[in-house]
């Protein structure tokens, strides 16, 4: 077997697990991983900015936001479906990176993690500012009749997880892809050593813009999905937190790994689902998880397993 | 009310944001300035000292000044005795790397949050002012405290240049921000400097909180917005300059109250927040320092 195929291979694989899913998990967990795999195409658009190519940005929230609103507002004030609606989303996302891209990557390291964290607050002002359009705090709730996709009702429970899957699968391959492709090379090697490529004659400044549009894109996407599958559009949805929490899955999964995303997603969601159970004190879970990661395991769970035996896990 | 008193009250509100703005982000310009640290979980420490300040005043007998004053000394100490079991337990454990920091106190500002929700409760509680006296001027009568606050703030913060640039501690202190290796390597015990400064702070944080608690209420989550407002301040004054530090919060405190009074607060907010991302985006060093970020 050579190395692509079993690249290939155990992917699809993890793939066809999730989409058997469907068949044997009862309905509440159905809703559940429904929102896991949405959240964690989030997070694979964060690990593509940060995980691959070094941007540690505090203001992912913005471009998850952008697609969450961009895609909400339009269903609620120009009645549109749920398809186009979904373009309009993943186009904002990108939109709202290439143009915080472009201002925010003139700057590095610490700068650029708090210009992001900046523009990430702007933008979740302006959502509550413009009370008239986006309904500030209280958000909007997205009518079911609109939440149809090809003739499928999204508030049902096999649709919408076929939906989220979808999804998923959609954007694991394209990065599968993008990571193995000589493209996503040049991003590893900006995160490894900036000077270098530079002398190499790529184009650093260039290269990160692209590398933050598509994570735009995957969170813009990830947004509007969120907000047609759940449906409901909310401030808090774009709040700091969710900059935060993005960067906490892809370091529980593993930092420059395919699958670690959904996995730190994954766990994090049952962490919090299961410690609910004896404790309301969801932010010590999410608090002492990052404390503890950067302490003791910085490279997350999968890039751990790379680095101790998995040698060939891109 | 005509349009000058409107203005002068407008101002003396800038005022005393910009007193309190002023100790919270000195506190976060140090640390960043000697340990090179950036401390996500200032406003936590802001909070804890206000959230503090309220169980002193529950607990302290006698009027509401000898609980003030208590507040005023077992508040910042406490703040900053968290503040430096964080730095020796956490932060010396990642050798102060950038990134690393930040998640950790990204992670400290949750704990933190979480532990004042749980022990605290999510209710906002006021805590009496000291002392209750109106200044009356021609046109309106002002709160005597708010101008003391003023008034102590301006105090600390002669206090923290002194420490900074006339004592031992702060010779040390400057060794250590200059090069930490050299600065060893003269028998200076790095470690206990940087928790030293890390609880310094927080202490000044806690500080500031204690004096604004009876101006706005005790909350689990007032520490959001003295952080964002501290990252302004410190980035336009140019981190680690005390001077530009005071400077910028004069200047974003007065204007957040001018704003504020004639605007809407909100577009204040999204107007200033704007503006700093553009300074550091096409002048990193800030209006006032010298060195880059």
């Given amino acids: 077997m050579t190395a692509a195929t079993r690249i290939w291979a155990f992917h699809l694989a993890a793939l066809s697990l999730l989409a058997a899913g469907a068949a044997f998990l009862p309905a509440y967990h159905l809703t559940n991983v429904a929102k896991v795999m949405v959240l964690a195409t989030y997070a694979m658009g964060y690990n593509i900015a940060f995980g691959y190519t070094g941007l540690l940005s505090l203001g992912h929230a913005l471009f998850f936001g952008a697609g969450l609103y961009g895609a909400g507002m339009l269903v609620q004030h120009a009645d549109l479906t749920a398809g186009p609606a979904l373009l309009a989303g993943l186009l904002a996302g990108g939109a709202m990176a290439a143009i915080a891209g472009l201002l925010a990557l003139r700057t590095q390291g610490v700068a650029f993690m708090i210009v992001t964290l900046m523009f990430a607050q702007a933008g979740y002002l302006t959502i509550l500012y413009n009370t008239a359009w986006t309904r500030g705090d209280e958000g909007i709730v997205i009518a079911r009749d609109a939440r149809v996709l090809l003739g499928y009702d999204l508030s049902a429970d096999l649709p919408r997880y076929f939906a989220a899957f979808a999804l998923f699968a959609a954007g694991l391959v394209l990065k599968l892809w993008l990571v193995r492709s000589p493209a996503g090379r040049v991003m590893i090697a900006l995160r490894e050593n900036e000077e270098r490529s530079r002398m190499l004659g790529y184009d650093p400044y260039a290269r990160k813009l692209v590398a933050l549009v598509i994570s735009g894109l995957y969170a813009g996407a990830a947004g509007a999905a969120y907000g047609l599958l759940f449906g409901y559009v909310g401030a808090s949805l774009a709040s700091t937190q969710y900059s935060i929490l993005p960067l906490l899955w892809v370091l529980l999964g593993g930092a420059g790994t395919v699958l670690g995303p959904f996995v730190g997603a994954l766990l994090m969601f049952y962490l919090i689902d299961y410690s609910s159970a004896f404790t309301t004190a969801s932010l010590l879970v999410v608090g002492v998880a990052l404390v503890l990661l950067v302490l003791f395991a910085p490279k997350g769970i999968l890039g751990t397993l790379r680095e101790r035996w998995l040698r060939w896990l891109p | ?293």
């Fill in chain 2, 1 to 293: 009310m005509s349009f000058g008193p409107f203005l002068l009250l407008a101002l003396m509100e800038g005022m005393v944001t910009s007193a309190v703005l002023a100790l919270a982000a000195v506190g976060l310009s140090l640390v960043f300035g000697i340990m090179r640290v950036v401390n996500v979980a200032h406003g936590e420490f802001f909070m804890l000292g206000a959230v503090s300040a309220w169980f002193v005043s529950q607990w302290v007998p006698g009027p509401p000044a000898v609980a003030f004053a208590a507040a005023l000394v077992l508040c910042p100490l406490f703040v900053g005795a968290i503040a430096a079991l964080a730095d020796m337990t956490v932060l010396k454990r990642l050798n102060y790397e950038p990134e690393a920091t930040i998640v950790a106190t990204i992670g400290l500002l949750y704990i933190l949050q979480q532990a004042a929700l749980s022990f605290y409760g999510p209710d906002a509680r006021p805590v009496p002012a000291p002392f209750s006296f109106r200044v009356q001027l021609p046109w309106f009568g002002y709160s005597g405290y708010k101008m003391a606050v003023v008034l102590a703030s301006a105090l600390v913060l002669l206090g923290v240049w002194r420490l900074l640039a006339k004592s031992r501690v702060g010779l040390i202190m400057r060794a250590t921000q200059y090069d930490r290796e050299t600065a060893r390597a003269f028998g200076i015990n790095v470690d206990r400097v940087y928790a030293g400064v890390f609880a310094l702070g927080g202490g000044l944080a806690a500080l500031a909180a204690v004096l604004i608690v009876p101006i706005q209420q005790a909350h689990y989550l007032m520490g959001t917005e003295p952080l964002l407002l501290s990252f302004i301040v410190v980035i336009i004054g140019g981190l680690g300059s005390l001077r530009g530090t005071v400077i910028a919060a004069l200047l974003i405190g007065l204007s957040d109250g001018v704003i504020s009074t004639f605007f809407a607060p909100t577009l204040a907010k999204i107007v200033a927040t704007l503006a700093v991302a553009l300074v550091l985006v096409f002048r990193p060093q800030g209006l006032f320092g010298r060195r880059a970020l």
